[in-house]
């Protein structure tokens, strides 16, 4: 059975530092898709970054970064020059062959004024 | 920029009663799934409904729970008899097709309290 383990119930990141997010997944698949989602205190699911399992390269948005290591089944993400507006929840996603997202635990996110 | 539109945003229903959430997709978007959220946990996969049609129900209880998408109109999830574990968010997406590779964009939830 595929699975996402977000092993981080709770990070904190000092304002403009770096912090990393951590994703595990287990699939039989090759081909798959996996995403980053933050939801804030609104709850409303944003889509920060996706990643398709083909592309060997690591996917970017601005200040959002992935390490996908596919061998490893490791998805983690990297926010850099952390602002309080990222302080929120983050959930890592799978999603292969069918429509339905798999998604993990989730991380909160402190940032640290 | 209608994205996915979900009402109401909160609903407090009392044990035994029932409760509908609403759900319009994106314009033009005749897929849609709805995810239930409960505290401290991830969105599970519930539904998958085209219109008039529901494609997969296996995340979905067996029993007092619906869900719908007629050809007009926004999608209804039902809940009949509410219980206290009914308590979570439930959320709506809606793609454009069913494919894997379509994304599916998220509505803000409906929190609900059973109480």
């Known amino acids: 059975a595929q699975t996402v383990t977000q092993s981080q119930p709770e990070m904190s990141v000092q304002e403009a530092e770096t912090v990393t997010l951590s994703c595990t997944y287990d699939t039989s698949e090759s081909d798959y898709y996996l995403f980053w989602y933050k939801q804030p205190p609104s709850r409303q699911m944003i889509l920060v970054i996706r990643q398709e399992a083909y592309k060997q390269q690591n996917a970017t948005e601005n200040r959002f970064s992935v390490n996908f290591q596919k061998a490893a089944k490791s998805f983690s993400l990297k926010i850099s020059d952390s602002q309080l507006g990222d302080a929120a929840m983050y959930f890592c996603a799978y999603k292969a062959g069918t429509y339905k997202y798999i998604f993990g635990t989730g991380t909160r996110l402190k940032v640290l004024a | 920029n209608a994205g996915v539109m979900q009402n109401p945003r909160h609903l407090v229903r009392r044990r035994g009663q029932e409760a509908r959430l609403r759900c319009s997709p994106v314009k033009g978007h005749s897929h849609v799934y709805w995810y239930r959220q409960l505290p401290e946990e991830g969105l599970k996969f519930m539904v998958y409904?085209?219109?008039?049609?529901?494609?997969?129900e296996s995340g979905m209880p067996k029993e007092r729970f619906s869900a719908e998408f007629p050809k007009e109109g926004p999608s209804i999830l039902r809940i009949q008899q509410v219980v206290r574990g009914d308590s979570a968010a439930y959320f709506c997406a809606s793609s454009l097709s069913g494919i894997v590779y379509n994304e599916q964009f998220f509505g803000p939830g409906t929190r609900l309290t059973v109480l």
């Open positions: 409904l085209q219109k008039e049609n529901i494609i997969d």
